[in-house]
Nanobody, 125 residues
Framework: VHLEESGGGLVQAGDSLRLSCEASGSLYNINAMGWYRQAPGKQRDLVAVFHIVDVRGAGATDYADSVKGRFTISRDRAKNTVYLQMNSLQPEDTAVYYC???????????????WGRGTQVTVSS
């Protein structure tokens, strides 16, 4: 599985950006795709995840508390692409954003995480 991210950049506080992540390869066992971010000197944290398969129903989403109401994750199934629409960006959103795809085994257990190379988002005050 290969993940190709795009859409990062330098913006001012209050601006918007949309990140894209196109997946290719063997996607049959991918059950979730999402975005993580890592600021300098900090750990990589979950931002948002789109559940392709979930007990709550296909398309269930989860967000970090810090981005709820500002960020929206969506998926274009035909394009194998996940988007992260980021509105009302703040300096604390500055980080490298990584696309993630989670592969499961035949029992539904997480088997492997695929990662993109990351895209820089910088928000100036």
């Amino acid at each position: 599985v290969h993940l190709e991210e795009s859409g990062g950049g330098l913006v001012q506080a209050g601006d918007s950006l949309r990140l894209s992540c196109e997946a290719s390869g063997s996607l049959y066992n991918i059950n979730a795709m999402g975005w993580y971010r890592q600021a300098p000197g900090k750990q990589r944290d979950l931002v948002a995840v789109f559940h392709i398969v979930d007990v709550r129903g296909a398309g269930a989403t989860d967000y970090a508390d810090s981005v709820k109401g500002r960020f929206t994750i969506s998926r274009d199934r035909a394009k194998n692409t996940v988007y992260l629409q980021m509105n009302s960006l703040q300096p604390e959103d500055t980080a490298v954003y990584y696309c993630n795809a989670r592969e499961i085994d035949d029992l539904g257990h997480a088997r492997f995480d695929y990662w993109g190379r990351g895209t820089q988002v910088t928000v100036s005050s």
